[in-house]
């Protein structure tokens, strides 16, 4: 019986050897698939690090380095939460909120100069919403932009009209003509090497609606003003200065569902 137990307590410490032997050799297969995957994961990831930090940051634009982007972004996301109330109401105090979604102050009794913003978006040509680094605020034209005096010094008056609250660099109510060439030709993308933020464009055939369009010709908003609007040469002129163009696509659109 002695003899017995001792064979059979023999056979049950091998079996377990056997079971310990498996499962490490198991084991060690498992490591050695592993470890490629993870050093190729790690590789992946620093690979995806080196690369991203290579990359224009998001608060410079190659192509058109005067833009101050965290500001346009800014100024698209406030143009983009207007009300229906804040764009429908009396002329004179839709335009105040555009200038403030713009980043610009109500500035009607300053000094052309110093801050003046009594014609911004109550012309043909005063559209153009452009948030631009400070450092290109002082630009001048040197003659590329049609129809721009020469010079066209706005950099202390961009400084005295910007509200800050919306980021780094200023705004201001640019000239859009010359926006319907591709690229763009007019003094924000030319003299400031700037995007616009937004542009304003009355919406035909009508030209009671104007809507609020990005650099890419995206809707952002529109309005319908009641009240004293710009004279309709004034808004007809709007039109056809970005007729043909990208800018103009969503103001037709617009004015054709308001027929």
């Known amino acids: 019986k002695k003899i017995k137990e001792e064979i059979t307590l ?14 490490s050799l198991s084991l060690a297969f498992q490591i050695q698939a592993f470890t490629p995957a993870l050093v190729s994961k790690t590789f992946c990831l620093t690979q995806t690090s080196l690369f991203a930090s290579s990359m224009p940051t998001s608060t410079e634009d190659p192509e058109y380095p ?3 982007v965290e ?9 983009k939460g207007l009300t229906t109330e804040q764009l429908n109401g009396e002329w004179e105090q839709v335009r105040k909120n555009i200038l403030w979604a713009g980043g610009l102050k109500d ?14 978006f109550n012309d043909y040509n005063h559209c153009d919403l452009t948030a631009m680094k ?6 001048e034209n040197d003659g590329r932009v049609a129809g721009i005096a020469l010079g066209n010094q706005l950099g202390n008056g961009i400084k005295i009209a910007s509200l800050e609250e919306l980021g ?7 000239c859009t003509n010359g926006c319907n060439k591709n690229p763009p030709q007019d ?18 055939p ?15 908003n529109q309005g319908t003003p009641t009240g004293v609007l710009p004279h309709i040469s004034q808004r007809q002129q709007n039109y056809r200065i970005v007729a043909g163009s990208k800018y103009a696509i969503e103001a037709e659109n617009v004015g054709q569902q308001c027929v």
Request: charge should be positive; aromatic fraction near 10%.
């Open 10 to 23: 023999e056979a049950a410490s091998k079996s377990r050897m056997k079971i310990w032997s498996f499962a």
């Open 66 to 68: 005067g833009t101050a």
């Open 71 to 79: 500001r346009m972004l800014a100024i698209r996301e406030r143009a």
């Open 107 to 120: 500035l009607p009794n300053a000094l052309p100069g110093q801050g003046y913003t009594g014609h911004s």
């Open 134 to 139: 400070i450092e290109v605020s002082v630009n």
């Open 168 to 174: 780094p660099g200023g705004s201001w109510s640019t």
């Open 187 to 204: 003094v924000a993308h030319v003299q400031f090497r700037s995007r616009i933020a937004f542009k304003l464009v009355w919406a035909p």
């Open 206 to 220: 009508s030209f009671e609606t104007f809507v609020l369009v990005d650099d890419d010709g995206n809707l952002l």
